[in-house]
């Protein structure tokens, strides 16, 4: 343990990770719904009443995720006013290739030196998988602060003329600094609840470029080289694993769920946030609601959704907020905080 982990200790005061500055980032080209009309048999008016998505962003070719990460990284930083971190967690399932990692890519662009920096992948549940992973590396002392990113570029891996995932998917990168504090002070991360069932991971998955079904050269179909989805089957499973997910949650965190003053589901579809919060007693207008504007960004939709929630003055300091993600896998996770005064850029 290092010094600082004995002096919380030595304080009586629990030793916690906190929520200091949040940064987030979105390339600049916007696609809407009409547009992909022109190209798609779809039309805006499907895609507005079954998913709620009016436009995303999707990056331009030569912009990888790495980019999308170290503009992210480079505002939580400022946002949380440090020039270093003890590590550096990047949630992805698009990194910028297989093998290495983006992570330690964008700790040497963001000039952090020589720390510890991995890729999780976790898929839209990756965001609160680093979460969870960077409190436990800060509760062990291991770090003091940590920067934990989720960045993506799904446009990348869809295929363009499969119109049932072409419409949901969009890039950015959302970015946040947690720092040792205490486990009493607005911002601190609560607690957790973390989950898979890999029974059902041919629901969401690119079939081919990996190892199980390695890329054999001219043959190769190209679309099984991009994302697909049952997205019938998942939604039914998100519902229902996002909704076991924050009552346990709730649960150990001891909130009720008419306390919970905002709620931050992963951002995949409104009628998903709606359902979610019918079956878990929360108002449905206290979930934060952003995916009309950014569509699913994966890793990167909690926190996108966090700073669109705070910079609409709908999550405010002193709110007790409640996040949950679900994503392929299947993985799932969910935590809770009071919200801190805190900066967003
Ligand atoms: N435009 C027009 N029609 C479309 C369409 C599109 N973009 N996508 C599908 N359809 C059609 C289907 O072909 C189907 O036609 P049919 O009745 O003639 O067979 C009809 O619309 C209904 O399709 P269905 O898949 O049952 O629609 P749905 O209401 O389930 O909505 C999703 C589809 C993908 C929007 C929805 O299932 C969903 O949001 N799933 C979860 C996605 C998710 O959470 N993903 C991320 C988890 S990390």
Redesign the pocket.
Known sequence: MTDEASANTSTGRQRAAVLRGLGTHLPSRTVTNEE?SQR????DE??RT??GIRQRYWAEQGTATGDLATEAGTRALKAAGCDGVDAVILATSTPDHHCPGTAPDVAARLELGTVPAFDISA???GFVYALATAAGTIAAGIAERVLVIGAETYSTILDPQD???????GDGAGAVVLEAGAADEPGALLGFDLGSDGRYKDL?TVPAGGSRQRAQGPEDDPSQFCFT???????T??VTRMGESSEALLGRVGWSAESVDRFVG?Q??V??LHALSDQLGIDRDRAVVNLDRVG?T?AASIPLALADGVNSKEIKAGDRVLMT????GLTWGSTALIWPDINVV
């Open positions: 992909l798609l048999d779809t039309s499907w895609i079954r998913t898929v839209c549940a119109r049932n995932t072409s419409v949901i998917f969401i989805m049952q997205g019938k089957q998942v939604f499973h998100a992963h995949a579809n009628r998903i699913n994966s993600a679900f994503g392929g």
